[in-house]
């Protein structure tokens, strides 16, 4: 049965993620949004924390628990907490270590992970969005056809994390001829693929994503993840529903603690308007959506490291998560009125930010 309390060493996680965020990440976070780039140096010390080595096997060089998939949302939530922005930028090398974790050739896994534990944090990451209204993660345009000697990859992906500066990327295709979706290693500057500009979105605005193009890009049949297996990219969709799950409830947890402190502290005829009932009853329905989106997340991860199927619970975190947050976004807005709606607030952001989670698959993993 699964356990709602963490282990020792989780808590321990949690303080050190949560200190981090409430000292560096939420000083710097609307700076950040306004000029649209995070210090360097709030990286750095993010990566030093260490929470992708804390979900890497000790073979690899990494430190990873029994329940390295509950340690992660766990991490994942805090970081959101501070910014979305931030925690995903953070997160970004995730989006290629994981994969190759979940479904690499043990050559990709000896090739790739110890990468990931050093204390320079490599570039890395992944595409898989693109740019249609049509678009389905089981059914992408991007084409891989198989040549023999390799595959040639051809199409167009959005909403990549920082791939002007990334330097190996995983491009999820399907196979021309069978339709099976698969991830494909691509490296920096191989011949046919092009990068857009920066994309100018409605939320995590800090986060530099970019278009990624490809015109018949030739990688070898070795850059296929998974090797002949292939890739399992049910199980791969499924922990980024997952970890978007925890983003999601950090964001909405953040909301529903501003406005609630506000509500306390902002007194209309001589009261402070948390005492009127619309208002009260406006955050317990913000509380109860936070907490109930937050065990939707935890079981999913709990069935993760427990080895059991997670399929549909990670798809009712996609679902609940997305529309909760963007319920508890609004609200918060909502509660502090007028000022909600102005920049220097907070609860403007939060909503921006969760605005995006129904889109944002493929931008976090755990």
């Given amino acids: 049965m699964i356990s709602c309390t963490p282990t020792q060493e989780q808590q321990m996680l949690v303080d050190t993620v949560r200190r981090f965020a409430n000292v560096d990440i939420r000083k710097i976070a609307h700076d950040a949004d306004e000029e649209k780039k995070v210090p360097a140096d709030v990286i750095s010390r993010g990566w030093e924390l260490g929470l992708l080595p804390g979900l890497i ?25 501070g910014d979305l922005s931030v925690a995903l930028e953070i997160w970004t090398p995730a989006l290629f270590a994981l994969p190759v974790l979940c479904c690499g050739t043990d050559s990709q896994k000896q090739t790739y992970l110890p990468l990931f534990v050093d204390a320079d944090r490599p570039i890395m990451t992944a595409g898989l969005i693109e740019p249609s209204i049509t678009f389905d993660p089981w059914r ?119 406005a609630r402190d506000y509500a306390k502290e902002r007194v209309q005829f001589r009261v402070p308007i948390a005492t009127k009932q619309a208002i009260a009853f406006k955050i317990a329905d913000m509380a109860i959506e936070v907490d109930a989106a937050r065990m939707l997340v935890w079981e999913a991860a709990w069935r993760v490291d427990k080895g059991m199927p997670f399929k549909h619970e990670a798809t009712l975190v996609k679902h609940y998560t997305s529309k909760m947050s963007l319920f508890v976004a609004d609200s918060g807005v909502q509660t502090l009125g007028g000022y909600g709606y102005i920049r220097e607030y907070p609860s403007e952001r939060y909503l921006r930010n969760a605005r995006g989670f129904s889109t944002f698959d493929g931008l976090a993993i755990v």
């Fill in 57 to 81: 096997p000790e073979s690899y060089g990494g430190y990873a628990d029994e329940q390295p998939t509950i340690t992660g949302v766990l991490a994942l939530e805090e970081l959101a907490w």
């Fill in 140 to 258: 992408p345009e991007t084409t891989a056809t198989a040549t023999g000697e390799g595959y040639t990859l051809n199409g167009q992906k959005a909403y990549v994390p920082l791939a002007v500066d990334a330097q190996k990327f995983i491009i999820y295709a399907k196979d021309s001829e069978s339709g099976k979706v698969d991830g494909y290693i691509v490296e920096k500057g191989a011949a046919g693929i092009t990068i857009g500009e920066r994309e100018k979105l409605m939320g995590i605005q800090a986060l530099p994503t970019y278009s990624v193009g490809l015109s018949g890009v030739h990688i070898p049949l070795e850059n296929r993840l998974g090797g002949e297996t292939g890739t399992d990219f049910d199980a791969i969709l499924s922990r980024s529903r997952i970890a978007l799950g925890a983003l999601a409830v950090g964001v909405a947890r953040a909301a529903l603690e501003y």
